[in-house]
């Protein structure tokens, strides 16, 4: 029997079934998930050519830094990865959670938070001591998995903003919050209803996103973040 909670006079089913079988494959699905997104593609492709970029530039393991050290080739395979990190489990919850989890599940609630697992897994990577990236790729992935409506406009609102100001950080900090604000625009309150999954979820990744920004917040407001196009500091 689904265990359920109300909200606005509406049933919304909890993740986890009453079937035995069904907690212990949940927390299967999200521990998977936050591995893969703990793969730090951007060190790995360093490695590679023989560079630490955590040693270079900003210091971060992500695409951004990885395009200003690596160069773009290398960078925009590594983000497509961070990406694919967060909507690879993400779509897999949703179309094939139910049948491959014992018992009843909400495809959307296990979705959301294998998702969320893997920006995690970006962010705090168990592989390097639980310090990662900024999540911003992964959880691009995992907005496009859950509401490809709400995605578009939180990909068109991160290019105007770097558009305008040249700065990728503050740039994805705009993303991940037009997401969830995106999700409420367009279903109203559905969005606190049978899309609540979606929307707390994509609220708590951008506050995230943005403690991860902390360090980018404080150079912005010192006039010292680097923009869109600024090369390596070591290579001048």
Known sequence: MIHTITLAMHPVSFPLAGSIGTVPAFILWVLAAYLLGAIPFGLLAGFIKGVDIRTRGSGNIGATNTIRILGKPIGLTVFLLDFGKGLGPTLLALFAGRPLVPGTVDPQALAVC?????????????????????????????????????????????????????????????????????????YRARAFDEYLWITGVGF????????RHRSNIARILRGEESKVGDPDPEKL
């Open 114 to 186: 294998c998702g969320a697992a893997a920006v995690v897994g970006h962010c705090y990577p168990v592989f390097l001591g639980f310090k990662g990236g900024k999540g911003v790729a992964a959880m691009a992935g995992v907005a496009l998995a859950l509401c490809w409506k709400a995605a578009l406009v939180a990909f068109i609102v991160f290019f105007v903003v770097r558009k305008l100001t040249g700065f990728v950080s503050l740039s994805s900090m705009a993303l991940a919050f037009a997401f969830p604000l995106t999700v409420i625009v367009i």
């Open 204 to 211: 708590l990744s951008a506050l995230l996103i943005v403690m």
